[in-house]
T-cell receptor, first 115, second 115 residues
Framework: DTEVTQTPKHLVMGMTNKKSLKCEQH?????MYWYKQKAKKPPELMFV???????INESVPSRFSPECPNSSLLNLHLHALQPEDSALYLC??????????????FGNGTRLTVT | AQKVTQAQTEISVVEKEDVTLDCVYE???????LFWYKQPPSGELVFLIR??????QNEISGRYSWNFQKSTSSFNFTITASQVVDSAVYFC????????????FGKGTKLTVNP
C-alpha cells in the first residue's frame, strides 16, 4: 500500500464546478508536490511546498490553487477548469531536506475528467 | 539545461527474456542524481533506485540491475528473466545540484511482458 494517500481516486467535474483534490502523508516528510500527468506523457511538476510554504509554482494557471494546511496535508483546489485539464494528478512527498535529490513517494493519483 | 532521453517508447518481450531499458541524460552540474521509477497501470509511481554522480558502481537488486556510465552519460536498467508483473511504464529521472526540488523526467518506456 502506498504511504501517500490521495482522494478521490476518480473525479468528473463540469467546467463551472469547484472541487478539491486531497493528499495526505504520515511519513514526517516536509516537502510535498503536485504533478499533472497526461496520457502517455511523463509527470509534469505543478507545485512544491517545502516546510508548508509554496516554494515552486511552475506557472500553473490560477484555476488551480494549492493549499498546505499542515505538514501532512496537501490540497489542490480546482475552479473553472477546461477539458484539456483532464489528466492524472499525482501527489508526492519527500523528506524535504535535500530537495529532489531524495526519492519521491507518490500517491496513486486522482484521475480527473473535465466535461 | 537538463534533459533525460529514453529513446525506447515501447518494448514488448516474452516472459523470462532479459530486457534493457536505456536512459541517456544531459546536465552541466558536477553533482547530480539519477532515478528510475516504475508506473504500473494502477498509476502510482514507485521509486526503484537513486544514484549520485560520484558513485558509478553498478547495482543489482534481485532481477533488477543498473549500469551507470558517466563517460556515455547513460544509466541503463536491465530486468533479468522478466515476468508479467514487470509490465509497466518505466521513467528515468534526473535532479541537479543546488537542492532544487525539480526532477526532470524522461518520456518513459512502456514495457509489456507477455506470458
Amino acid at each position: 500500500d502506498t504511504e501517500v494517500t490521495q482522494t478521490p481516486k476518480h473525479l468528473v467535474m463540469g467546467m463551472t464546478n469547484k472541487k478539491s483534490l486531497k493528499c495526505e502523508q504520515h511519513m514526517g516528510h516536509r516537502a510535498m508536490y503536485w504533478y499533472k500527468q497526461k496520457a502517455k506523457k511523463p509527470p509534469e511538476l505543478m507545485f512544491v511546498y517545502s516546510y508548508e510554504k509554496l516554494s515552486i509554482n511552475e506557472s500553473v494557471p490560477s484555476r488551480f490553487s494549492p493549499e498546505c494546511p499542515n505538514s501532512s496535508l496537501l490540497n489542490l483546489h480546482l475552479h473553472a477548469l477546461q477539458p484539456e485539464d483532464s489528466a492524472l494528478y499525482l501527489c508526492a512527498s519527500s523528506p524535504g531536506v535535500q530537495g529532489a535529490r531524495s526519492p519521491l513517494h507518490f500517491g496513486n493519483g486522482t484521475r480527473l475528467t473535465v466535461t | 539545461a537538463q534533459k533525460v532521453t529514453q529513446a525506447q517508447t515501447e518494448i514488448s518481450v516474452v516472459e523470462k527474456e532479459d530486457v534493457t531499458l536505456d536512459c541517456v541524460y544531459e546536465t552541466r552540474d558536477t553533482t547530480y542524481y539519477l532515478f528510475w521509477y516504475k508506473q504500473p497501470p494502477s498509476g502510482e509511481l514507485v521509486f526503484l533506485i537513486r544514484r549520485n554522480s560520484f558513485d558509478e558502481q553498478n547495482e543489482i537488486s534481485g532481477r533488477y540491475s543498473w549500469n551507470f556510465q558517466k563517460s556515455t552519460s547513460s544509466f541503463n536498467f536491465t530486468i533479468t528473466a522478466s515476468q508479467v508483473v514487470d509490465s509497466a511504464v518505466y521513467f528515468c529521472a534526473l535532479s541537479g545540484q543546488g537542492g532544487s526540488e525539480k526532477l526532470v523526467f524522461g518520456k518513459g518506456t512502456k514495457l509489456t511482458v507477455n506470458p
